[in-house]
């Protein structure tokens, strides 16, 4: 995860928000290990319902189809 950190760096800015972190982290996860990206995403997302658990999978299943890098 030094490549986030290196990025958060590299755009000059003083103050990154949280979200955006995040989302880097989602990104990176979902490319290194599906598991780690189910099991962070579903913290970081709050799933209220099994719905949204769901709908992450079913994401994930898709990308695997199409394009297995594309986030």
Not at 3 to 27: F, K, P, T, V, W
């Amino acid at each position: 995860m030094a490549d986030i950190e290196q990025q958060l760096y590299a755009c000059g800015e003083s103050e990154i928000q949280s979200s955006r972190i995040g989302e880097m982290i989602m990104e990176r996860l979902a490319v290194l290990n599906e598991v780690a990206y189910v099991r962070f995403a579903s913290v970081y997302r709050r799933f209220k319902d099994i719905a949204g658990f769901e709908r992450e999978l079913t994401d994930i299943k898709k990308r695997k189809v199409g394009d297995p890098l594309k986030v």
